[in-house]
């Protein structure tokens, strides 16, 4: 069971860390994806780290605000956003799936509940 936690309402400019921890087997284990869905709109992939942490992605369209890092040793995986506007408004949904990084949200076994995130100009 995937765990998310660091959501809440902030302002346009403002900075947020979202967290990602299991109830069972360590993160360590998995590739783990970060994922978004604003309202009326399909969930998306926003950030990905493979299982060792090493190996990441990030959507183009938040390239330089979306940062994820991926710490074995404290099993967690966070998602660093900066510069936060109102087009990030959404519930963020962390997921886990063995084997390489991908972006479609089907293969990912493992889901969060989702922690919302929004944001006022």
């Known amino acids: 069971q995937l765990e998310e936690s660091g959501g809440g309402s902030v302002r346009a400019g403002e900075s947020l860390t979202l967290s990602c921890t299991t109830s069972g087997d360590p993160i360590d284990y998995y590739a783990v994806a970060w994922f978004r869905q604003a309202p009326g709109k399909e969930r998306e992939c926003v950030a990905a780290?493979?299982?060792?942490?090493?190996?990441?992605f990030i959507r183009n369209d938040v390239k330089g605000r979306f940062i994820i890092s991926k710490d074995n040793t404290k099993h967690v995986v966070n998602l660093t956003i900066s510069s936060l506007n109102p087009d990030d408004t959404a519930i963020y949904y962390c997921?886990?799936?063995?084997?390489?990084?991908?972006?479609?949200?089907?293969?990912?076994?493992?889901w969060g509940q989702g922690t919302q995130v929004t944001v006022s100009s």
């Open positions: 997921a886990a799936k063995s084997g390489m990084i991908v972006t479609t949200e089907q293969q990912y076994e493992y």
């Open positions: 780290a493979s299982r060792s942490g090493v190996g990441t």
